[in-house]
C-alpha cells in the first residue's frame, strides 16, 4: 500500500459534477480531491466511470477549477468516523464539526477546509470488560468509556470477518481515542483496535444477530401520535406536507419529547434557521427523563440549503451510520430526517448532470430502491450480546405542490410503517399538529387498546360526514343526533387531536396523562346527551371544550390538574336526565 | 497579458463556445462584437471548449468576435461609495456616476457557517395589523410576498422598507417595468432614504442574462454592510419569478433536463443559495430579505412559489389588495410574539380560528341556509376583522391592533365562545361599561 496515489487530470466540469481522465484503477464512490490552482483540495466522489474517464461529484463549488488541474484518487469509500465525542456534535453532512470550521474559517464556510470529526487530544476514561482469550465477533464490546451519561462501548470493528480471539488489552485508564486499547487475532493475523473506527457511509451496518418486528410503542408524548397514529422503536415513519403545514415544528417536537435513548438530527437542505434553534435551545433545555441537558442526548448533521448539494446527499447516510453504530451499543436511537425530499432532489441533481434517463418529475428512476435502502437501515435488532437495539427513523417530506402523488411520497409510503399526512387545510385553520385524522395510518400498536381508539375514530368519521352533509343540506336540515355527533368529533379535536407544542405543559403528555384524558374523553363520546336546540348543545359542548383546554394546560398530577377533572366531572354530571 | 480568441465554435441562445486554454469555471470574459462590449460568465468547461453565457445577449455576434478572459470571477465594489448609487444588473452604474473599483469583493460567495447564526430576536415593526399582530416580521427573516400581476405588491414592499427601523436598503429589481423602477427610486427620494440605500436595477427591456446576477450583486452588497460596517440591511427583491424563469431559459439552452414544467432541477438550490443569505450575526449586523414572487395563473402550486415557500420563513399573500390571513405565515413569529405582550398569541390564534369559521359561515350563507344565532355573530365578526385588520390602509402600532382585537372580539361574542382559557379571559377581556 505504500505506492503513490492514482492520479487523473480535470478533463471538462459542468456544475458540481468534474470529469477526469485517469490512467490507474480506480473504484465506484471512492474519495477523491480535486486540486485547484489555489491550492484548495476539494472533496469529492467517485460517480461513474467510462473508458478513461470518470465522473466526480465534487462536494464544495467547481468555481476557479480548470481543465487540467490535478485529482488524487484516496482509494477509499467515504466514511464517518465512530468513536467517543459524537455525542452533542454539530457535523457537517460529511462529517465537519460546525463550530471547529467556525473557529478556523470565520462566519462564512470555506471549501476545501476539512477538520478531523473526534477530538484527539479529549482523554476518555477507558474501562476494560472483555476477557483475554475471549473469542469476539464484529461488534463486540472490549471495554467502555462514559460518554455523557452513556457508556459508550468500544466495539470489534464492524469490518472484521469471522471470529477473532481478543489477545492484549490496556488496563484501566486515561486514554485519548487514537490509542491502540486492545489486540485481537483471527489466528492469521493480529489487529490493533483504538477508541475510533471509519466505517463507509453508504454501507449499512449488520454486525447484529438478527432483525426483530418492531412493537414496543416509542412514546412521543404528542398525543394524535401515540394514541392514533402511533410509531414502533425501530419502525418507520414519514410525515409528508406541503410547505406551513408544521413539519418542522413536529419534527422539534419529536426531538425534544420522544422518550428514547438518543436522537440524530439531520437537517438535510433545510434552512439553516431551523438547526440554530437546535444548536442554540438544546444546550439549555432539561432533559426531563434524565436530569441532563437535551443537548447531552443529541447529534446533529446538519447539511441545509445553501451549502453544497452533494455534501446533502452523503449527510442522510452520515447520519444513518452514526444511528447504527449507537444501536450496536443497546440503545434506542430515533433518527429525524428532515427533509427527505431535498435529499431527492440532490440525486436528481446528480443524476441531470450525468445525463442518464429520467423518471417521474425527471426524479431518477431508482429513486424507490434508494429510498427503500434508507428506510430499510431502521430497526429493532437482537445484538452479539443479547441485547436490543433500535433505530426509528422519521423522514419528513416535502412533496412538490403538496401533491402526495409525488415520486418521493410514493416510494416513501411503499416502506414506512406508519404515515402521518400533514394537511393545508387543518394548518390553516391553526389546527395543530396538523396531521390529518382521517389519511394517515399507522401499523404500529397504539398505547390504548385499539377497541377503544376506534371508538373514537369512528365519531371522527361519523363527525367529518355530517360536517359534509350539513355542507349541503345546511345546519337547520340536519338531525340533533347527527349535529351531536358533529359537536363530539369536533370536541375530541379540539381537545386531544390539537396540541400546544409552545405550551410548557401541554407540549409534553406522558403515555399515563394521555390515558386518563384518553378515558375521560370516551366518557363524552360514548354518552347519550338529550338536547332540545342546537344551540343548547353547541354552547353545551364549548363549555365542556373549555373545561378540557384547562385541563391540558394543568401540570399533570399538580391540584389545579384536579381540579379541572372535577370541574369536568360536575359538568357531564350535570345533563344525567 | 491575457490571450484573446477570436474562434466562436456555437451561438445557442444566449451562450456561445469557443475553444480556449487554461480558463477557470465561473471566470468572466469580454466580447467585443460590432454591437460593443459585454461581458460574459464561463458556465461550462469540456476539454478545451468553453460555454460562456453573454449577459448583453448573443444577438450581433459574429463567429470571429473577441473573446477575452479577465482572469476572475464577477465582482462588486465593496465599499460604502455603494449607498446612494444605482446599477445594472451586470453592475455597471445605472445612474450618471462612475464605476467603483474599491476593494473589489466576490459575488455568490459560500454560505455562512449555521453554527455562527444566532436566534432571531428583533422584531421588525411595519405598523401592518396582518403583519405585526398575526405574522410578525423578524430580523433576519426571508420572507417573500406571493402575488399576481396587478396587486400592488410593489407598494407594499416600499411602504414596510420605508416603515422599518433599519440602517440599510438594498433594492434588487429583476424584469421591472420602468415604471416600477422610477416608482422605487423616488419613494426611497421621497422619504431621505436614498443616502442609505443602494439598487441593483434590471428592467425588463434589459438583457435576460443579467436579471441572473442582480440577487447576487444584492447579497454581496448586503454581506459586505452587515459584516464589515454591522449594519442592518434589509434586502428587497422583486420579482424573483423573473429570476426563476431566467434560470430556465439558460437551463434550456444549455440542454439540461427539466424537472417541472421546463425549470431546471436545481431551482431548490439555486433559490435557496440567494435566500439563505439573510442571517443575523452575534457580534456583526443582520440581512433580512423580503422578496415578490408573482404566482403564474395565481397558482402556488407551480414550481417557483413552490420551491420558494419551502426555502422560505413563511409567506405573505396578497390577494384582492388585502394580506390574506389564510396561508400567510411568518415562521419566526414564535421567536419574537412571547415577548411583545402576554396577550398576542392568544389574540392572534383566536381571531384567526373565529374568522376561518365565518368564512364556512359565509359559504354557508352563500347557498341560501338558514343562519344560526351563532352564524349571526361570526358574520358581524367577521365585517369587522375585514375592516379592522386586513385593510390595508389601516396603520397603527401592534399594542394599539390588539386592543382593537379585544375590542372586537367582546363586540361579537360571550368570553366562553372565544375557546380562550379562562385566567387569560379575567385578565384581558373588556369589562362591560355598564357591568
Redesign the interface.
Known amino acids: 500500500m505504500n505506492e503513490l496515489k492514482p492520479t487523473g487530470k480535470v478533463t471538462g466540469i459542468n456544475g458540481n459534477m468534474v470529469s477526469v481522465a485517469f490512467s490507474q484503477r480506480v473504484i465506484q464512490n471512492e474519495v477523491a480531491y480535486v486540486l485547484t490552482g489555489d491550492n484548495e483540495r476539494l472533496k469529492s466522489e467517485l460517480i461513474r466511470v467510462r473508458g478513461h474517464e470518470a465522473d466526480l461529484q465534487v462536494f464544495e463549488s467547481t468555481n476557479g477549477v480548470k481543465v487540467g488541474d490535478l485529482v488524487e484518487f484516496s482509494g477509499e469509500l467515504l466514511s464517518v468516523e465512530l468513536g467517543p465525542g459524537l455525542l452533542t456534535q454539530v457535523y457537517d453532512g460529511l462529517q465537519n464539526p460546525l463550530p471547529e470550521l467556525a473557529k478556523q474559517a470565520g462566519y462564512f464556510l470555506k471549501r476545501g477546509l476539512y477538520v478531523y470529526p473526534l477530538d484527539r487530544e479529549r482523554k476518555w476514561h477507558f474501562t476494560p470488560s472483555a476477557e483475554i482469550g475471549a473469542s469476539l465477533t464484529a461488534g463486540c464490546s472490549v471495554g467502555s468509556v462514559p460518554e455523557g451519561i452513556f457508556q459508550h462501548q468500544i466495539m470489534l470493528p464492524f469490518g472484521w470477518n469471522g471470529q477473532w480471539k481478543l489477545t492484549w488489552l490496556i488496563e484501566e485508564g486515561e486514554y485519548n481515542i487514537d490509542t491502540v486499547v486492545a489486540k485481537a487475532s483471527n489466528g492469521e493475523e493480529e489487529r490493533e483496535i483504538s477508541m475510533v473506527q471509519t466505517w463507509p457511509v453508504k454501507v449499512p451496518i449488520s454486525a447484529y444477530q438478527e432483525k426483530m418486528l418492531p412493537v414496543e410503542p416509542l412514546v412521543t408524548q404528542t398525543r394524535i401520535i401515540d394514541t392514533f397514529f402511533p410509531v414502533a422503536k425501530g419502525g418507520t415513519f414519514c410525515t409528508p406536507g406541503p410547505f406551513g403545514a408544521g413539519k418542522t415544528v413536529l419534527q422539534h417536537a419529536l426531538s425534544q419529547r420522544s422518550e428514547v435513548d438518543i436522537v440524530i438530527v439531520a437537517a438535510c437542505g433545510e434552512r439553516a434557521g431551523e438547526v440554530v434553534e437546535i444548536l442554540r435551545e438544546f444546550p439549555r433545555l432539561d432533559d426531563p427523563r434524565t436530569g441532563r441537558k437535551l443537548i447531552d442526548r443529541t447529534i446533529i448533521i446538519c447539511n441545509t440549503s445553501s451549502m453544497p448539494v452533494a455534501a446533502r446527499e452523503a449527510s442522510i447516510y452520515t447520519s444513518v451510520t452514526i444511528a447504527e453504530y449507537y444501536r450496536q451499543m443497546g440503545l434506542h436511537v430515533l433518527l429525524l430526517a428532515d427533509s427527505t425530499s431535498r435529499w431527492a432532489q440532490a440525486l436528481r441533481e446528480v443524476s441531470g448532470r450525468l445525463e442518464e434517463i429520467p423518471g417521474e418529475e425527471a426524479f431518477p428512476a431508482y429513486l424507490e430502491s434508494l429510498v427503500a435502502g434508507f428506510y430499510e437501515r431502521a430497526g429493532l435488532v437482537q445484538l452479539p450480546d443479547g441485547g436490543s437495539g433500535s433505530i426509528t427513523i422519521c423522514g419528513a417530506v416535502s412533496p412538490a405542490g403538496g401533491n402526495f402523488e409525488e415520486p418521493v411520497t410514493q416510494s416513501t409510503l411503499k416502506v414506512v410503517g406508519s404515515f402521518l399526512a400533514l394537511s393545508r387545510d387543518r394548518a390553516n385553520a391553526r389546527r395543530y399538529p396538523a396531521i390529518h385524522p382521517l389519511e394517515s395510518w399507522s401499523k404500529y400498536n397504539s398505547i390504548i387498546p385499539e377497541e377503544q381508539v376506534g371508538k373514537a375514530r369512528r365519531i371522527l368519521r361519523s363527525g367529518n360526514e355530517v360536517d359534509q352533509m350539513m355542507k349541503v343540506v345546511g345546519e337547520e336540515g340536519t338531525p340533533i343526533s347527527d349535529f351531536i355527533v358533529y359537536l363530539k368529533s369536533e370536541f375530541l379535536d379540539a381537545v386531544y387531536l390539537q396540541q400546544n407544542t409552545f405550551d410548557a405543559v401541554d407540549s409534553g403528555c406522558g403515555a399515563d396523562r394521555q390515558k386518563q384524558v384518553f378515558a375521560k374523553i370516551l366518557l363524552v363520546l360514548e354518552k347519550n346527551f338529550h338536547f332540545n336546540q342546537k344551540d343548547e348543545a353547541r354552547s353545551y359542548f364549548q363549555r365542556l371544550r373549555q373545561h378540557f383546554i384547562d385541563w391540558n394546560y394543568a401540570p399533570w398530577q399538580s391540584e389545579e390538574y384536579k381540579n379541572c377533572e372535577q370541574r369536568i366531572d360536575q359538568a357531564l354530571q350535570k345533563t344525567h336526565d | 497579458m491575457r490571450k484573446i480568441y477570436h474562434r466562436i465554435i456555437q451561438i445557442s441562445g444566449n451562450v456561445i463556445t469557443v475553444e480556449a486554454?487554461?480558463?477557470?469555471?465561473?471566470?468572466l470574459a469580454e466580447v467585443r462584437s460590432e454591437r460593443g462590449l459585454s461581458l460574459a460568465q464561463v458556465i461550462?468547461?469540456?476539454?478545451?471548449r468553453v460555454s460562456l453565457q453573454v449577459f448583453a445577449g448573443s444577438r450581433g455576434i459574429a463567429t470571429d468576435s473577441e473573446v477575452r478572459f479577465l482572469g476572475r470571477?464577477m465582482r462588486l465594489s465593496g465599499s460604502e461609495a455603494l449607498l446612494g448609487r444605482i446599477f445594472s444588473g451586470s453592475g455597471n452604474p445605472r445612474d450618471k456616476g462612475a464605476p467603483l473599483s474599491d476593494n473589489m469583493i466576490d459575488i455568490g460567495?459560500?454560505?455562512?457557517?449555521?453554527?455562527?447564526?444566532?436566534?432571531?430576536r428583533n422584531m421588525i415593526r411595519t405598523g401592518v395589523p396582518m403583519i405585526d399582530v398575526f405574522n410578525t416580521l423578524v430580523e433576519?427573516q426571508k420572507l417573500p410576498i406571493f402575488s399576481v400581476a396587478g396587486e400592488p405588491y410593489n407598494e407594499l414592499l416600499a411602504r414596510i422598507a420605508m416603515q422599518a427601523e433599519v440602517d440599510i436598503i438594498i433594492l434588487g429589481g429583476m424584469g421591472l417595468k420602468y415604471d416600477d423602477y422610477l416608482f422605487f427610486r423616488n419613494t426611497l427620494d421621497e422619504h431621505g432614504a436614498l443616502s442609505r440605500a443602494v439598487m441593483f436595477v434590471h428592467t425588463a427591456s434589459d438583457p435576460i442574462v443579467e436579471c441572473l446576477l442582480v440577487p447576487d450583486l444584492a447579497l454581496a452588497a448586503a454581506e459586505y454592510f452587515a459584516?464589515e460596517h454591522d449594519k442592518r440591511v434589509l434586502v428587497l427583491l422583486t420579482d424573483m419569478t423573473n429570476f426563476c424563469d431566467s434560470l430556465k431559459e439558460i437551463a434550456i439552452t444549455m440542454e439540461?433536463?427539466?424537472?417541472?414544467r421546463g425549470y431546471?432541477?436545481?431551482l431548490?438550490?439555486q433559490l435557496?443559495?440567494r435566500?439563505?443569505?439573510a442571517?443575523d450575526?452575534e457580534d456583526?449586523g443582520s440581512i433580512t430579505i423580503l422578496a415578490v414572487t408573482t404566482m403564474p395563473g395565481d397558482d402556488?402550486?407551480?414550481?417557483v412559489p413552490?420551491?420558494t415557500?419551502?426555502?422560505t420563513?413563511?409567506?405573505f399573500y396578497l390577494v384582492n389588495g388585502r394580506i390574506e390571513p389564510?396561508?400567510s405565515?411568518s415562521r419566526?413569529k414564535?421567536q419574537v410574539n412571547?415577548r411583545t405582550r402576554a396577550d398576542h398569541?392568544i389574540v392572534m390564534?383566536t381571531m384567526?380560528?373565529l374568522y376561518?369559521e365565518f368564512k364556512e359561515t359565509l359559504?354557508?350563507q352563500s347557498?341560501g341556509?338558514?343562519m344560526?344565532?351563532?352564524?349571526r355573530k361570526l358574520l358581524k365578526y367577521g365585517a369587522l376583522f375585514e375592516a379592522r385588520m386586513m385593510d390595508l390602509s389601516v396603520n397603527i402600532p401592534l399594542e394599539e391592533a390588539l386592543d382593537l382585537g379585544w375590542k372586537t372580539l367582546a363586540e361579537c361574542f360571550e368570553p366562553?365562545?372565544t375557546?380562550i382559557?379562562?385566567q387569560t379571559l379575567q385578565e384581558f377581556w373588556p369589562k362591560k361599561e355598564n357591568a
Not at chain 2, 44 to 48: V, W
Not at chain 2, 256 to 260: D, V
Not at chain 2, 372 to 375: F, V, Y
Open positions: 486554454d487554461n480558463v477557470a469555471n465561473g471566470e461550462r468547461l469540456h476539454g478545451n470571477p460567495g459560500p454560505s455562512v457557517n449555521p453554527a455562527n447564526r444566532i436566534i432571531p433576519s459584516t439540461q433536463i427539466p424537472s417541472n431546471p432541477g436545481d431548490y438550490s435557496a443559495a435566500y439563505e443569505k442571517v450575526f456583526a402556488v402550486t407551480h414550481p413552490d420551491n415557500g419551502y426555502i420563513e413563511g409567506q389564510f396561508g405565515l419566526l414564535q412571547n398569541r390564534d384567526i380560528r376561518a359559504e354557508k347557498m341556509f338558514r344560526s344565532e351563532w352564524d366562553e365562545e375557546g382559557n379562562t
